[in-house]
């Protein structure tokens, strides 16, 4: 037959493949629903020269798929990252559902990133379909805890991660279709503020507000925020107090940092778990860290970059890249291993109720992957 289907990479073929992946509403929460794409993932792979793992859930989670191509594994390889889950709650796609309005494709996580983790696996079909194999094995690692900071694949991702040559992760592209090859380090904090309740008009002299003190430690923690050098605090989360007309016994926060280096890591994390009160008989405690390490701009990574925006450039597009706060499993590779990310779709609106992905960046990137399996050796 002539036309559409002598294409490996139609556009509107591929698009078909990440509608039925869109369907199934994925919130990192409903573990049944995550399970449930990942048996479509891992029985897409069952007539391919490839063995599936699937690595059972728990804390609540769903399962992750490991695919490993027949070829190659005895070496290091390319792994390539991608998360099942959205952050879009169940029923989401009633308000947001798959549809094409000229060259955008709505839907819950069609951009972050099931777009970009079908781009993965239509890449590896394709080169499973042709006669000559790549020079390295392929590894295409699916998790089902992304968006919450990676708790449960951590460790899978990190352990694969070591074993491979090169990193490869379906994130979405950026501004444009620009990839990414540095991402700050993400951390996390709880505050916990204990002061003395009195009646706040009859006896305020016995008390000691919490919620005062906790206003101390969000202006010492918002001060350390230094756009210039790349670092971020935020207090997005505060909680304490019972009642008006009572001085506050407890007071609560949560904080999220982003630092473009190790360094500033190193220096930020224990000035921030060392917050003292200001406060006589105010006691203030500090829990967390770093969970998701500084993704810098290595000379292996550029090295594999340069190698990306070569075929981006015979393909017939230019590969721009950029450096983003936001975290990814890529975080979690890049300090050992050549890492790449971005490599997904592209497209506007991660985590919004106007999610959408440009339907003529699918043939550009899927053909960049499939380039990618093919070269790298």
Request: glycine residues 12%.
């Amino acid at each position: 037959m002539i036309g559409t289907s002598s294409n490996p990479f139609d556009s509107k073929t591929i698009l078909e493949g990440i509608r039925r992946w869109v369907e199934i509403e994925t919130p990192t929460e409903a573990s049944g629903q995550v399970n449930k794409l990942a048996t479509v993932v891992a029985d897409g792979y069952r007539d391919l020269p490839a063995t599936i793992e699937r690595v059972a859930g728990h804390s609540g989670c769903g399962d992750h798929i490991v695919a490993r191509s027949s070829w190659g594994q005895d070496e290091p390889g390319i792994l390539v990252l991608s998360h099942l889950d959205t952050v879009h709650p169940m029923g989401f796609i009633e308000r947001l559902p798959f549809k094409i309005e000229g060259d955008s494709a709505f839907g819950p996580g069609i951009y972050d990133m099931k777009g970009g983790a079908y781009l993965a696996y239509h890449a590896f079909r394709q080169l499973c379909a042709t006669a000559g194999r790549s020079p390295l094995g392929v590894t295409q690692l699916y998790v089902s805890d992304e968006e919450i900071g990676s708790p449960t694949s951590r460790a899978l991702i990190e352990a694969e991660g070591r074993k491979a040559k090169y990193v490869l992760v379906t994130e979405p592209a950026r501004d444009g279709g620009k990839i990414v090859t540095g991402r700050k380090g993400v951390a996390r904090f709880d505050v916990f503020v204990k002061g003395v309740p009195a009646h706040a008009g009859t006896r305020p002299e016995d008390g000691r507000s919490a919620i005062r003190e906790l206003a101390n430690v969000i202006q010492t923690l918002e001060a350390m925020t230094d756009i210039k050098r790349g670092v971020t605090v935020n207090v997005g989360v505060v909680r304490g107090g019972t009642r008006p007309n009572v001085i506050a016994e407890e007071a609560y926060a949560e904080v999220d940092m982003r630092v473009p280096t190790i360094a500033d890591a190193d220096e930020l994390v224990p000035k921030i778990l060392n917050l003292k009160s200001r406060s006589e008989g105010v006691s203030v405690k500090v829990a967390g860290g770093l969970n998701r390490p500084p993704y810098e701009k290595g000379n292996a990574g550029a090295a594999l970059y340069e190698h990306a925006k070569t075929l981006a450039a015979e393909i017939g597009f230019d590969l721009v890249d950029t450096s983003t706060g936001g975290g990814s499993d890529g975080n979690f590779t890049a300090p050992h291993t050549a890492t790449l990310d971005g490599l997904g779709v592209d497209g506007q609106g991660a985590h919004t109720h106007y999610e959408q992905m440009y339907i003529s960046s699918i043939e550009p990137r899927a053909r960049l992957l499939h380039r990618l399996y093919q070269t790298l050796r």
